[in-house]
């Protein structure tokens, strides 16, 4: 299943125009969007919040002009009232197609125009009126595709009602990976992919997810991306033709103090520094990584971080099905956890800022406690867990995500707090024939 966005040659080209058609197995599946777009607004109806509003919550990373990127990002508020309407700035991707709900209602879809003013809560949609037992209303929005972005010029409500700061919740995690994290050619995209299922599926969790198709770890053009995550991931914007179009060569540092540090890190990335067009060696791929897991321990002292080994797809040898290069580089990514957790590492740390490029060692009082751990993937997907594009299918990202979920869990003890909320739109599949 994929979300056909009019991308050009392997994801990376954007051309103008978004497109809400879902392709499901090559066959366009029904949607039924809602057209959510003014064709007339009038100020002196609503009462109006600007973007820098402190009632409203930005999640994942947004620049100084309000504009959304990576995969999955979003806002949230609480409102009074039945209705709310936002007023997008230029810098929207035409016809994007985000997620926005009520509570813990079912994500409801639509496109967005540039520049234009959406009617997205009024006394028409469902749920507007119930009250509980989520109080008060509370409303969420994410884009759901890694490439395309909105920007906030606004927030309205109806006349005499207002917004509510809504209390973050006491987790945070945050995904360092590319195409597998961000989310291509599931359904609906980042909204889909199993780095959302996992942050959105622990429940009561703040998540971000730091992912974009192509990416290698490595600081080199990997499938049109001009820089790696080793240096992007300091940075608010992503690798994005629109990111060059917005910043040019002097895109935004990411200032880390907007949002609290994350407990968990779970980093999926090295399947395109694998590649052979990527020209990638072992050692410039495990550099790279030492330096993101460096990054993420100078940002985030506190934080525990998750490798977790590469899946590389399946191919059909006679009878069954085995894993394409099933070594991944594991013993490398192995040895590279057991040295962060040694005792030459965690007596004197390095630290490293992709922005400056300085690697920093670090004087400690005492030893540091381990804080990388290994995630093995192998066994929890099976060939027709990965679809034709060599990416997982929806089913195959619920797996990944459950694994993971349990994993935590049972390591850091964060209990499971999604308690019946919708994460993957559009999943209820059953059989109501039980005499075949």
């Not at 895109?251 to 999926?268: L, R, T």
């Not at 990054?295 to 069954?320: C, D, E, R």
Request: charged residues 15%.
């Amino acid at each position: 299943m994929l979300s056909l966005s009019k991308l050009a040659v392997l994801g990376l080209g954007l051309i103008s125009q978004a497109s809400a058609v879902i392709l499901q197995n090559g066959q366009v599946r029904e949607t039924n969007f809602p057209n959510t777009r003014l064709d007339s607004f009038s100020p002196s109806s609503y009462r109006t919040y600007p973007a820098n509003a402190s009632e409203i919550s930005y999640k994942g990373r947004w620049d100084s002009k309000y504009v959304s990127w990576w995969s999955a990002p979003g806002i949230k508020f609480g409102y009074t009232g039945q209705t709310v309407a936002i007023t997008f700035g230029n810098l929207t991707t035409d016809r994007v197609l985000v997620g926005y709900r009520i509570g813990g209602l079912d994500w409801i879809f639509t496109n967005i125009t540039a520049g234009a003013t959406h009617l997205l809560v009024s006394p028409e949609t469902p749920g507007s009126s119930l009250t509980g037992p989520i109080n008060p209303w509370t409303f969420e929005l994410r884009v759901s595709n890694w490439a395309y972005g909105i920007q906030i010029d606004s927030v309205h409500v109806a006349k005499g009602e207002k917004l509510i700061k809504i209390p973050e919740h006491g987790r945070r995690i945050e995904v360092i990976g590319d195409s597998l994290s961000a989310g291509m050619y599931t359904t609906y995209e980042g909204l889909t992919s199993w780095a959302y299922g996992l942050g959105a599926g622990l429940g009561n969790t703040e998540y971000s997810v730091t992912g974009y198709p192509g990416i290698c770890a490595a600081d080199q053009d990997c499938w049109g991306n001009p820089r790696g995550q080793v240096h992007q991931w300091f940075y608010t914007s992503d690798t994005s033709w629109r990111a060059s179009q917005i910043w040019g060569d002097n895109p935004e540092p990411w200032d880390f103090s907007k949002q609290p540090a994350a407990d968990i890190v779970v980093i999926n990335i090295g399947t395109n520094d694998h590649n052979q067009h990527n020209n990638v060696s072992t050692e410039a791929y495990i550099d790279a990584l030492g330096k993101i897991i460096q990054g993420v321990h100078g940002k985030w002292p506190k934080a525990q971080v998750i490798v977790m080994s590469l899946w590389l797809g399946f191919y059909q040898q006679g009878n069954t099905y085995l894993p394409n290069a099933p070594e991944g580089w594991v013993k490398e990514i192995q040895d590279l956890v057991k040295y962060f957790n040694s005792d030459k590492y965690l007596s004197q740390p390095v630290i490293y800022d992709g922005v400056t490029k300085k690697s920093t060692k670090l004087r400690v009082k005492r030893k540091e406690s381990p804080f990388v751990h290994w995630f093995n993937t192998k066994g929890i997907l099976q060939h027709n867990d990965i679809g034709p594009q060599w990416h997982p299918t929806d089913v195959g990202a619920i797996k990944v995500a459950s694994h993971l979920q349990q994993f935590i869990r049972i390591k850091f003890g964060w209990e499971l707090e999604a308690t019946g909320p919708e994460v993957w739109h559009e999943t209820l599949y059953w059989n109501d024939e039980s005499g075949y």
